[in-house]
């Protein structure tokens, strides 16, 4: 079982940066690969990138790559994600997640989910 919360979520102006923390509770953490979805206002949630076990493979959507990295720190139970350059389609609820395998894009892919933090960037 692994319990996640976010935070670190907040408003931001157009071009500025945010970083999110995921601190996992549980065991089991690093036997799990970890996810990051968003979901906007009258949207479906969408995948945002993973990162696996080991912290040595990530995967990002087009839509933020290049822009956005995930890392994770076993020794915290942590997992972050710094986001670069915002944009205001960047807005939406931030949700981290837990599953078997990395750069998995659906979520019905990951067995754990937190409860979201949210993002809003102003233009």
């Known amino acids: 079982q692994v319990q996640l919360a976010e935070s670190g979520g907040g408003l931001v102006q157009a071009g500025g940066s945010l970083r999110l923390s995921c601190a996992a509770s549980?065991?089991?953490?690093?036997?799990?690969?970890m996810g990051w979805f968003r979901q906007a206002p009258g949207k479906e949630r969408e995948f945002i990138g993973s990162?696996?076990?080991?912290?040595?493979?990530?995967c990002y959507a087009d839509s933020v790559k290049g822009r956005f990295t995930i890392t994770r720190d076993a020794a915290k139970n942590a997992v972050f994600l710094q986001m670069n350059s915002l944009k205001p389609e960047d807005t939406g609820v931030y949700y981290c997640?837990?599953?078997?395998?990395?750069?998995?894009?659906?979520?019905?892919?990951?067995?754990?989910w937190g409860q979201g933090t949210q993002v809003t960037v102003s233009s």
């Open positions: 990162i696996d076990r080991n912290g040595g493979l990530t």
């Open positions: 549980g065991r089991e953490f690093g036997g799990y690969a």
């Open positions: 997640t837990a599953g078997i395998y990395v750069c998995r894009t659906t979520m019905g892919e990951y067995n754990y």
